[in-house]
Nanobody, 124 residues
Framework: QVQLVESGGDSVQAGGSLRLSCAAS????????LAWFRQAPGKKREGVAA???????VYADFVKGRFTISSDNAEDRLYLQMNSLNPEDTATYYC??????????????????WGQGTQVIVSP
């Protein structure tokens, strides 16, 4: 079955960097749309970055220039490099997948497979 397992979350100080990883299994990774979402306590889940099967990337405005999404089709891994972190980035980060192209790459309803999340805490 499809499995997505995130790792790499940690506590860091503002200005620091983290690299999140999502290990995928149980599906033909290279044909899926993939994305990172996050959810802070008391807030709704929001799209952070996405990559389509064609390699095109989409970013939320609030992470442009700071975060980079990448996909390793040989290792079936999705990454999110996060630089210049600030306390507003504190959240649980989830990877998500859908078996095909999506219309709105940063909309949670487009994806039907989700990981369990990894927590990122950024202190001032």
């Amino acid at each position: 079955q499809v499995q997505l397992v995130e790792s790499g979350g940690d506590s860091v100080q503002a200005g620091g960097s983290l690299r999140l990883s999502c290990a995928a299994s149980g599906f033909t990774y290279s044909t899926y749309s993939l994305a990172w979402f996050r959810q802070a306590p008391g807030k709704k889940r929001e799209g952070v970055a996405a990559v389509g099967a064609d390699g095109r990337t989409v970013y939320a405005d609030f992470v442009k220039g700071r975060f980079t999404i990448s996909s390793d089709n040989a290792e079936d891994r999705l990454y999110l490099q996060m630089n210049s972190l600030n306390p507003e980035d504190t959240a649980t980060y989830y990877c998500a997948a859908y078996p095909g192209p999506v219309v709105n790459a940063l909309a949670s309803w487009e994806y039907n497979y989700w990981g369990q999340g990894t927590q990122v805490i950024v202190s001032p």
